[in-house]
């Protein structure tokens, strides 16, 4: 032994025991974007595996780790889906992005920003002065002052900040009662996604009730290791969102949805007070289109519109953290609407598929997509749906990833943008607006314009001429 361990954090003690099932195959970097990118078996999922494995082993001090050999990970979960001895990578790598941070500090920028999320009146001031200082100073000086980071371009106030508490149902029946989490990404950067989303909530019959005082859910703090903040901003929201009279939790987007679905229970397991409360809230938890379908049944009727080919990228965090509640098909690059009624095969790593299926450790089968965004899209009247090759595979978003590596975020996405022009369709959509975010901001610096990105309500919205009634 190198070095006299402290306790590990509680996420690593709890899961240490996947180092164990690593069977070192490598399967897994065949998926995996930043292998991808980089070329480099420390940059990949076996990798990290190994190295953490010396880590817990007490072998390397986790203060002489570079910070890039876990933070260059978009933390996309395509590994842990691929792997066929089921190692959960993502809560290994989590845990040690926490250990590595907890020994060396986290740089002053992240703490900043984490700690300011738990005040909304804090962020509202820095998204306030940030978006002027955007205006007046230039988003590069505003990306300087952030400690190199890249941050997009900020809503001078917070989207939140301009809805009612309570939005009722389009002709007054309630079929629903839903509490809408609205997320950074659309509170403080863009709220076109959010703004469809609650109106085909509204148009549908759902009774909507936002929650003002919410804050942050806490995934970028939990992602980059900093579980304390994590833990406060999950007590604010819990508390909010746990009233008894809500059917669902809804948010439109996927990252917030998966981090109450999974982040969330995992983060407060052994809390005497919140784990019950998490798990709780986890359980009402539904992602958008899911809720849609599940609780609202829609019947579109056809439009005058003309006729649209659309191709649906599916978010990492519906495909690999959200349990796949809806049917399913084998594989993505096969999809066509008929396939929406064969029953999900079970979920498991590339090997158990690979006898039958003839995928390899070069080619392993994809992951099998999420598919409620598929099958609500499908009901829309002069919709064609066309298979997206590699759906499920990473966009290149990943969160602070994209800030921390613009150029590696931006070929990456560049990647998915080649594929969803490839197909020919005219709109590609994206679930979740941090996602849609970076790839509009990709696809505008290669000027492309044959296609256009959106998220699957604005599809519905702008099919109907539905604009905001509250
Ligand atoms: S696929 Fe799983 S078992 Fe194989 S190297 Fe990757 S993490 Fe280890
Ligand atoms: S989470 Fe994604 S980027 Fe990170 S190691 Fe796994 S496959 Fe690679």
Redesign the pocket.
């Known amino acids: 032994m190198y070095i006299q361990r402290m306790a590990l954090n509680p996420i690593l003690e709890r899961h240490k025991g996947e180092l164990d099932k690593c069977v070192t195959c490598a399967i897994?970097q065949s998926?995996?974007?930043?292998?991808q990118l980089s070329g480099l078996e420390k940059l990949?999922?076996r990798g990290?595996i190994v190295l953490l494995r010396r880590i817990v082993n007490g072998d390397v001090d986790p203060s002489t780790v570079a910070d890039d050999t876990f933070n260059y990970?978009?933390?996309?979960?395509?590994?842990?889906t691929a792997c066929p001895a089921g190692v959960k990578?993502?809560l290994l790598?989590i845990g040690a992005r926490q250990e590595i941070a907890a020994s060396k500090g986290l740089p002053k920028a992240k703490q900043k920003v984490f700690a300011a999320l738990e005040s909304p009146d804090r962020v509202e001031k820095a998204v306030r002065l940030g978006s002027l200082a955007q205006k007046t100073l230039g988003e590069g000086t505003v990306n300087k002052l952030a400690g190199g980071m890249v941050v997009p371009k900020l809503r001078g106030k917070p989207w939140l900040k301009e809805l009612p508490e309570v939005i009722e149902p389009e002709g007054g029946k309630v079929r629903a009662t839903v509490a809408f989490f609205a997320g950074c990404m659309s509170n403080y950067v863009d709220a076109r996604a959010a703004y469809a989303s609650l109106e085909v909530l509204r148009r549908l019959g759902a009774r909507i009730i936002i929650p003002k005082a919410q804050v942050c859910c806490g995934a970028p703090a939990f992602n980059n290791g900093d579980f304390g903040t994590a833990a406060k901003l999950a007590a604010t929201n819990l508390a909010l969102f746990e009233d008894p009279k809500i059917t669902a939790v809804i948010s439109p987007d996927a990252t917030c949805g998966g981090a109450f679905k999974h982040e969330i229970p995992e983060l407060l397991w052994d809390d005497d007070e919140l784990a019950v409360s998490a798990q709780l809230v986890a359980a009402k938890t539904m992602d958008w289109a899911g809720f849609v379908l599940k609780h609202l049944d829609p019947r579109f009727e056809p439009t005058k519109e003309p006729a649209v080919k659309v191709t649906i990228h599916d978010s990492c965090h519906l495909t690999h953290t959200q349990p796949h509640a809806a049917a399913g098909i084998p594989g993505s690059q096969v999809f066509s609407p008929d396939h929406l009624d064969q029953d999900q095969p079970e979920t498991g790593g590339s090997s158990r598929l690979a006898s039958k299926s003839g995928h390899t450790q070069d080619n392993p089968a994809p992951a099998k997509p999420h598919l409620s965004v598929h099958k609500l899209l499908a009901k829309l009247q002069g919709v064609e749906l066309v298979a997206l090759p590699e759906s499920t595979v990473?966009c290149g978003f990943g969160g602070s990833f994209s800030a921390m590596y613009p150029d590696d975020a931006a070929r990456w996405g560049g990647r998915k943008l080649d594929s969803i022009g490839n197909t020919g369709a005219e709109i590609g959509i994206v679930s979740s607006p941090g996602c849609l975010n970076h790839l509009e901001t990709v696809r505008s610096d290669r000027h492309e314009n044959a296609y256009r990105l959106m998220h699957p309500a604005e599809l519905i919205c702008e099919r109907y001429g539905w604009t905001p009634g509250w």
Do not use: N
């Open positions: 897994c998926v995996c974007p930043t292998f990949s999922p990290r990970c978009t933390l996309c979960y395509a590994c842990q990578t993502d790598f990473c």
